[in-house]
């Protein structure tokens, strides 16, 4: 599966933005779908996952309340609409997808074998 990421941009503090992961490929429906960041000098983070129907979501701590992932399986397309945002979530965002279920080590980047290529967040105090 290709992954393609966007709707990154600069933003205020407490601003919104939603970003965009469109898949081509095999069957998206059959893909767990994540969103991972890296700030700089910062290792990857998880942010937030979603099953393949998109019945299940989970998320980190620092984000619960404040982002929502969600998945449009007739338009291959995972979402991460992101509220309330902080200079602390400046990061580049990535959209990962694997086949195992979602709940298997889903922090762990290592177990996502496909990534998009990143957009950049940027929120300013």
């Known amino acids: 599966v290709q992954l393609q990421a966007s709707g990154g941009g600069l933003v205020q503090a407490g601003g919104s933005l939603r970003l965009s992961c469109a898949a081509s490929g095999r069957t998206f429906s059959s893909y767990r779908m994540a969103w991972f960041r890296q700030a700089p000098g910062k290792e990857r983070e998880f942010v937030a996952a979603?099953?393949?129907?998109?019945?299940?979501?989970y998320y980190a701590d620092s984000v619960k309340g404040r982002f929502t992932i969600s998945r449009d399986n007739a338009k291959n397309t995972v979402y991460l609409q992101m509220n309330s945002l902080k200079p602390e979530d400046t990061a580049v965002y990535y959209c990962?997808?694997?086949?195992?279920?979602?709940?298997?080590?889903?922090?762990?980047?290592?177990?996502?074998?496909?990534w998009g290529q990143g957009t950049q967040v940027t929120v300013s105090s």
């Open positions: 979603i099953s393949w129907s998109g019945g299940s979501a």
């Open positions: 990962a997808a694997k086949t195992a279920a979602v709940e298997v080590s889903m922090r762990n980047p290592e177990r996502w074998p496909y």
